[in-house]
């Protein structure tokens, strides 16, 4: 069982950056994949990003490429999501998903996250 607590969402301006932070519980995050994901309001909920266990191997979804980074540090059971240039389109609540090894297909997540609110103001 993980439990994923997100922080770091907030009101910016167009043009700003933020960065969110998803703190995991328990001794074997390292043995997770983790991906944050996205959903506006009246919309459904959205791939945002996705790294392996050991940060090697990340992904991301059209709109955020060249935006936005995800990175992990294992020693401290966190991720994270860089998002610079924000824009307003990227309103949304925003949750950290974590899969166990045997979980699939990738898509696939087994834990969420509460959210945390981000809101981009033209």
């Known amino acids: 069982q993980v439990q994923l607590v997100e922080s770091g969402g907030g009101l910016v301006q167009a043009g700003g950056s933020l960065r969110l932070s998803c703190a995991a519980s328990?001794?074997?995050?390292?043995?997770?994949?983790m991906g944050w994901f996205r959903q506006a309001p009246g919309k459904e909920r959205e791939f945002v990003a996705s790294i392996n266990r050991i940060g090697g191997i990340t992904s991301y979804a059209a709109p955020v490429r060249g935006r936005f980074t995800i990175s992990r540090d294992n020693a401290k059971n966190t991720v994270y999501l860089q998002m610079n240039s924000l824009k307003p389109e990227d309103t949304a609540v925003y949750y950290c998903?974590?899969?166990?090894?045997?979980?699939?297909?990738?898509?696939?997540?087994?834990?969420w996250g509460q959210g945390t609110q981000v809101t981009v103001s033209s």
């Open positions: 328990g001794r074997t995050f390292s043995a997770y994949g």
């Open positions: 998903a974590a899969r166990r090894p045997e979980t699939t297909p990738v898509s696939q997540y087994d834990y």
